[in-house]
Every structure is written in C-alpha cells, then in structure tokens.
C-alpha cells in the first residue's frame, strides 16, 4: 500500500526521463505563488478523520471526505501508484499544473496539495451530488431534462474555457461521466486532471508517447500515430452526450437496442426521420424533444470521425443552447471518414460547424 504510507521505490523504465522529488518540490515552489495551500500530512488526517469516509477509488488511488478547520468541506484525493513512483509525479504535476492554475465556475477548484514522502494529495472542493455516471446509470435517481440539459452546456463551458480562455491551452484527454461532478444544485464542474496536458497557443497540435483516455470515450485519432488536438476533448464530450441523451451507457448488455452500438442507433433513426422512437426507448417526454433533438444533432457533430469536422468547444455549448442553428450532420463515422466534404469546417462561432 503506498497511498498512506511509504511511497515504494521503484525504477522508471521508458524512454522519458524520470520525474523525481526534487522536480515536483521545484515545481511546486514556483506554483504556491499562484493559488493552491500546501497542507501537512498531519493535517489531511485531522480533516479527513484518519480517512474514515471513502468517496471513491479509481485508477490512481482514492478520495476520501474531510473538512478544513473552517468547516469547508473538502474531497482529499491520495494518489497512488505501487508500480512507478515517476508516474505517480507524472499525474501529480499534471493535475497541480492544470486545474490549480484555472478558475471557472464549470471546473472543479483546487483547493491544496500535499507532497510529502509517503502521501502524495490533493485537496478539492467537495461535490455533493457525486459524479454524472452514478446519476445518469442509476434506475433509482430521477433527474429531468431542464437539468441535463443545463449539466451539458455547463461541461461544455468548463472545456470551451480549458480549450480557448486559458493561458495555455489545457487538453484533458478523459472527458467522460466519471470526472463531471455535480454541486447540491447539480451545476456540472470538470474534474480529474491527471491525463491533462498544457499546450502553448502557438502549437496546432501535440504529441503523445502513449494512449490517453479511457475506452468507449477517446476519440479515434487518440488510437493511431495522428496529430493530436483539442478535438479528441470534443469528441470524448459527443460520447457523454449520447449517454445524456439515453440515461445509458453507449454499449449496454441485455437492452433491446444493445446489438448496435447507441451512437449508431441513433445516427440511423436520425437519418430515417424516426427520432420519435429514440425519444420513446430514451423516455423523453413531448415537451423535452426540441431540447433532446439539439442535443442528438450536437452529439453527431461532435463524434465526427475526422478531427478538423467537429466543432470548437465554444461553438458546442452555443449549439446546446440554441444560440446558432445546428447544420444537419454528416455520418459521424470511420466509413466515407476519407471523402472530401466540401463545407468550410474552421468557420466563426456564427454557424454551428466547426
């Protein structure tokens, strides 16, 4: 166990060099002239309570409920990585680095860290109505279209705002249910930063070593040895969308429409004019079918298969809105992905098209 305890040490192999103590304490001291607290050991124990109240466990360690001395309360996130200490750095700086230098209403803030030997944590505000996954894949949780709708043009903003308002670029590479958490009042914030990447605004693109995302999420290109852009955050987001849309997981066993994957059922319900009966499965009430509609089209236009084919961020939330008329979509897919389409993809946020 290294997520409360000693930090194993462990031999980095890869063709990156490692990130060690003293470059996470370097970076560290430049960044506490910006915003985030630097807490104790000591302290994360007191306000979490010896780590009594488990919120979470995911693929870098656990969250755990805590309360600061002013009654805040927190989610204190120990990270954790029994195989690689330097992967462990790796995902600290990159979510210290990204979400600690940001401030939008639609990103989950950061409260603090802590760097000491044997923890490595994070300090967040704390979301009380969870994750969206936990709402939208639970039969028991009821939740309407007005706030679902609200939840995608908030997620949407909070990526527009990482995309094109920062500094730097900011690239999150896993947008997906799990990481959009949800206030008391159900206002959707963007969490988890780990895969994150910066990413100066004279750079068209960027390149990876290895695969980020999460299966079923990532976006295409993320597969293949392509250029990679903010695009591949746009497409992540047209998959979460459709699981909006149905209050389902794309790929559900023992649905009746689970032979075919869910984007596709709809893309050929949408093509045959039958939307009526994506609303009946999905049950979308009469007067929720414009807003649900919007969102369908958006979704389309997102999971382009093509990266330059789908639209900036911005100009999403605008279509979620109804600020800007949604063109008919193309076939989103990898099929006729190769022929040319002769509509001008890198226009102005007036039009609904990339």
Request: charged letters at 25%; proline letters at 5%; a negative charge.
């Amino acid at each position: 166990m290294c997520n409360r305890g000693e930090v194993e040490d462990t031999t980095h192999s890869g063709k990156e060099p490692a990130i060690d103590s003293a470059t996470v304490e370097a970076f560290l001291e430049k960044l506490m002239k910006e915003k985030p607290m630097r807490f104790t050991a000591h302290q994360l124990r007191i306000a979490t309570n010896n780590y009594r109240k488990l919120l979470g466990t995911g693929g870098f360690g656990s969250v755990f409920k805590g309360s600061l001395l002013n009654g805040v309360p927190v989610a204190v996130k120990l990270l954790c990585n029994e195989r690689c200490e330097s992967k462990l750095h790796e995902q600290f700086i990159a979510e210290v680095s990204t979400i600690g230098t940001t401030n939008h209403v639609n990103l989950v803030q950061l409260y603090g860290f802590c760097f000491e030997k044997g923890l490595l944590a994070l300090v967040y505000e704390y979301m009380e109505n969870g994750s969206l996954d936990k709402l939208l894949f639970n039969d028991k949780k009821k939740i309407d279209w007005k706030t679902l709708n609200e939840v995608a043009i908030g997620t949407a903003k909070g990526i527009a705002y990482l995309h094109e308002e920062c500094e730097q670029q900011i690239i999150h590479y896993d947008i997906k249910p799990a990481n959009i958490l949800l206030d008391a009042n159900f206002h959707p914030k963007v969490a988890d930063f780990g895969l994150a990447r910066l990413c100066n605004r004279d750079n068209t693109h960027i390149s990876l070593t290895g695969f980020k995302g999460t299966p079923g999420y990532a976006a295409p290109e993320l597969w293949m040895p392509c250029q990679i852009t903010q695009k591949c955050d746009v497409y992540s987001f047209g998959m979460v969308l459709f699981e909006i849309l149905g209050k389902r997981r794309n790929l559900s066993i023992g649905l009746p429409e689970s032979q075919e994957w869910f984007p596709t059922w709809v893309w050929r319900n949408y093509e045959e004019g039958k939307m009526k009966e994506v609303f009946e499965m999905c049950g979308v009430e009469e007067n929720d079918r414009l807003v649900a509609k919007r969102m369908a089209m958006v979704a389309m236009w997102c999971v382009q298969f093509r990266p330059e084919m789908r639209p900036l961020m911005s100009v999403v939330a605008d279509m979620l809105e109804g600020v800007v008329e949604i063109l008919n979509p193309p076939y989103p897919f990898k099929h006729i992905a190769d022929e040319v389409i002769t509509v001008d993809l890198e226009g102005s946020k007036g039009i609904a098209v990339p």
